[in-house]
């Protein structure tokens, strides 16, 4: 009986655990490389999706880039000039679109909110949409 235990024990310490195959840790799976290594997919496996779009910061280094080069008006600037217009509206921030060249100045008021868009390159107001 101690043997058949001593044998079941040992037989229990073999068998991966639970998500061993996720983790590519099965030594009976094919594919398997030696040494520990992940799994390989199998031959007819679809290559890789595209790589991710642009970082969420792109605008933001865009921006960066165009007032280091002179290209724009920096941010500071351009609400300078633009807030103290919105008599009675509350100021919310902005965004940088790269391609227009233009910042949206965000405003609200009673629950409404208003656009600004600002040419950035000469700081003229291009459009207001609420």
Known sequence: MS?????????LLLVPGPGALAR??????PGHARGGG????????SPPGPPPGPPRGDAQGAARRDVHQ???YRIHD???RVVPTMVGMQYLGF????LAMAYRLKFI???RVTFIDVDARSGDV?????
Not at 95 to 98: A, L
Request: glycine share 14%; proline share 12%; with cysteine.
């Open 126 to 130: 291009i459009g207001q949409s609420r």
């Open 70 to 72: 002179g290209a724009i």
């Open 24 to 29: 590519g840790h099965a030594p009976w799976a």
């Open 3 to 11: 043997r058949c235990l001593s044998l079941l024990l040992a037989g």
């Open 109 to 111: 008021r009673a629950g």
């Open 78 to 80: 351009i609400e300078r």
């Open 38 to 45: 992940p799994l390989r997919g199998p031959p007819h496996s």
């Open 95 to 98: 965004e940088y679109d790269p």
